[in-house]
């Protein structure tokens, strides 16, 4: 592959990370504009965070779509089941793109629905890869985590429809002090995305670990991603106050995702025939739609931060 067409790949790559970055950077912007025009506790805040969250549910469904897609068709659908996460995956997409254009106090029945049918999808998804894995030849083994099926890969689903449920939620709410699983709702929220950035760098970190981190590169999301997750809880836990660390490290993870496309698109550009073997190089290159999960549970951690921000 030459180096001219590598080169393209990653430009390709890091305009998407810049783009994807000045995206997070206007969504901040809008976001605390909302912040700075509500007055403390009153109507706006929370729905505006329940928004952010379907936006998140929803680029987390695309991940999901994309990637299982890929993999299992280059699995052939050999079970009628690998079809579920596809039509799952797709329902939480719209559901998402449908929530963060409503403005409405109350709960959608329908995106309700939804999200929570592609949680229970994610599970039962975790339990047929699990399965995969033990089945084979030595069971519980390091060469059959790196190549059978993945097993964090269905939880980006659970994960998804978990962020839409919340969502849902959060609009039934009170618009003053918001409770969720008997916490603040700004605490609440701001665990659950810590706790899955946790998840998804959990499924980095092996499949980096397969490929010997010989990019040193690699190293990046299994850093900085675990160090976001970490002022994020913390600051859902401490008193409500200004966090500017944390807000500028989820920034930093949001666009992480983005570049790592860019990444991710170099190593596909690196294996013989590189794009214009577009086809056969996207099914065994790296996956290309995986980094934007970083971005989707970064931007649920800013809207979090934004509400926890309100709390008394």
């Given at each position: 592959?030459?180096?001219?067409?590598?080169?393209?790949?990653?430009?390709?790559?890091l305009?998407?990370?810049?783009?994807?970055?000045?995206?997070?950077?206007?969504?901040?912007?809008?976001?605390?504009?909302?912040?700075?025009?509500?007055?403390?506790?009153?109507?706006?805040?929370?729905?505006?965070?329940?928004?952010?969250?379907?936006?998140?549910?929803?680029?987390?469904?695309l991940?999901?779509?994309?990637?299982?897609?890929?993999?299992?068709?280059?699995?052939?659908?050999?079970n009628?089941?690998?079809?579920?996460?596809?039509?799952?995956?797709?329902?939480?997409?719209?559901?998402?793109?449908?929530?963060?254009?409503d403005?409405?106090?109350?709960?959608?029945?329908?995106?309700?629905?939804?999200?929570?049918g592609?949680?229970?999808?994610?599970?039962?998804?975790?339990?047929?890869?699990?399965?995969?894995?033990l089945?084979?030849?030595?069971?519980?083994?390091?060469?059959?985590?790196?190549?059978?099926?993945?097993?964090g890969?269905?939880?980006?689903?659970?994960?998804?429809?978990?962020?839409?449920?919340?969502?849902?939620?959060?609009r039934?709410?009170?618009?003053?002090?918001?409770?969720?699983?008997?916490?603040?709702?700004g605490?609440?929220?701001?665990?659950?995305?810590?706790?899955?950035?946790?998840?998804?760098?959990?499924?980095?970190?092996?499949?980096?670990?397969?490929?010997?981190?010989?990019?040193?590169?690699?190293?990046?999301?299994?850093?900085?991603?675990?160090?976001?997750?970490?002022?994020?809880?913390?600051?859902?836990?401490?008193?409500?106050?200004?966090?500017?660390?944390?807000?500028?490290?989820?920034?930093?993870?949001?666009?992480?995702?983005?570049?790592?496309?860019?990444?991710?698109?170099?190593?596909?550009?690196?294996?013989?025939?590189?794009?214009?073997?577009?086809?056969?190089?996207?099914?065994?290159?790296?996956?290309?739609?995986?980094?934007?999960?970083?971005?989707?549970?970064?931007?649920?951690?800013l809207?979090?931060?934004?509400?926890?921000?309100?709390?008394?």
């Open positions: 592959m030459s180096a001219t067409t590598q080169r393209a790949a990653m430009f390709v790559g305009a998407a990370g810049a783009a994807g970055l000045v995206a997070v950077l206007a969504r901040e912007r809008a976001g605390s504009s909302i912040k700075d025009l509500t007055p403390r506790g009153e109507s706006g805040t929370h729905i505006a965070a329940a928004r952010a969250f379907n936006r998140s549910s929803a680029l987390l469904a991940s999901v779509l994309t990637d299982s897609g890929i993999e299992h068709y280059r699995g052939s659908f050999a009628k089941a690998m079809f579920t996460p596809l039509i799952t995956s797709a329902l939480s997409l719209a559901a998402g793109l449908h929530g963060a254009a403005s409405g106090s109350r709960r959608h029945r329908a995106r309700h629905a939804i999200y929570l592609a949680g229970a999808a994610g599970i039962a998804g975790t339990g047929f890869h699990l399965y995969n894995v089945k084979r030849p030595g069971g519980w083994s390091w060469n059959n985590l790196f190549y059978a099926a993945p097993i890969a269905p939880m980006a689903l659970l994960l998804s429809g978990a962020l839409g449920a919340v969502a849902e939620r959060l039934d709410e009170p618009a003053v002090e918001p409770q969720l699983l008997g916490m603040a709702a605490r609440a929220l701001g665990l659950l995305a810590a706790a899955g950035l946790i998840g998804t760098v959990g499924e980095v970190a092996l499949m980096h670990f397969r490929g010997s981190y010989q990019n040193p590169v690699m190293y990046a999301p299994v850093t900085i991603v675990p160090v976001a997750s970490a002022l994020l809880a913390h600051a859902a836990l401490a008193a409500p106050r200004e966090h500017w660390v944390a807000r500028a490290w989820l920034r930093i993870t949001a666009a992480l995702g983005f570049v790592g496309m860019g990444f991710h698109a170099r190593g596909i550009a690196r294996n013989q025939g590189g794009w214009r073997n577009w086809t056969q190089n996207i099914l065994n290159g790296p996956p290309l739609p995986a980094p934007p999960s970083f971005s989707a549970l970064a931007l649920a951690g809207a979090a931060l934004r509400l926890r921000e309100t709390e008394k």
